[in-house]
């Protein structure tokens, strides 16, 4: 997994027993975390990848098994680093900037404003919605979005940094 993903999903996952490799995806890019893919799947016996990234039935995937109805689904982030070979370019109206910042800030906004604990990806598309919506040919328009991030596995991240700070200087009172 990239190294940079949060201290609360490497504990997940060894919590559930999963031998935990750390790959430094920001200094040698996300191909580098597929290529440690591939070694490991010539290295290790009975090993298994899913591998959502190439995998045709990926998109397809959610109208096959919930007959098209809605359901959770926890996206792990999001970026321009990484294009999966299965994204359908014609479904995309537009690319939306958001800096990571933003997202946070955002991220942040929601919780305090809406008692919303949504992950940085949330915070992004939220972040990303209210720039559409704040033009001028969609001024009363619905602009929907997903939350598919929750906060709850970002505890040990930037997100949560200051308050984390808080919390450790807290004094007691008696």
Same mark, same amino acid.
């Given at each position: ?9 490497? @504990? +997940?996952? /060894?919590?559930?027993?999963? =031998?935990? !490799?750390? #790959? ?7 191909? $580098? ?52 070979? @299965? +994204?359908? /370019?014609?479904?995309?109206? =537009?690319? !939306?900037? #958001? ?7 955002? $991220? ?35 602009i929907v979005t997903m939350f598919s991030s ?25």
């Amino acid at each position: 997994m990239p190294a940079k993903l949060s201290l609360d999903k490497q @504990i +997940l996952m /060894r919590y559930l027993g999963v =031998e935990v !490799v750390l #790959v430094d995806a920001v200094q040698h890019g996300f191909k $580098a975390l597929l290529d440690r893919v591939e070694q490991m799947k010539k290295d290790v016996e009975d090993v298994y990848v899913l591998d959502q990234f190439t995998n045709p039935a990926n998109p397809d995937a959610h109208f096959r098994w919930t007959d098209g109805e809605p359901a959770f689904h926890n996206i792990l982030g999001i970026g321009p680093g990484f294009v999966p070979e @299965i +994204l359908d /370019r014609s479904q995309i109206d =537009e690319i !939306v900037t #958001v800096t990571t910042q933003e997202a946070m800030d955002m $991220a942040r906004r929601l919780a305090r404003e809406e008692g919303l604990l949504v992950g940085i990806s949330s915070g992004a598309n939220a972040a990303a919605c209210l720039k559409v919506a704040s033009r001028e040919e969609n001024r009363g328009k619905m602009i929907v979005t997903m939350f598919s991030s929750g906060a709850e596995r970002y505890l040990n991240s930037e997100l949560f940094a200051q308050v984390k700070e808080e919390c450790v200087n807290i004094n007691m009172t008696f």
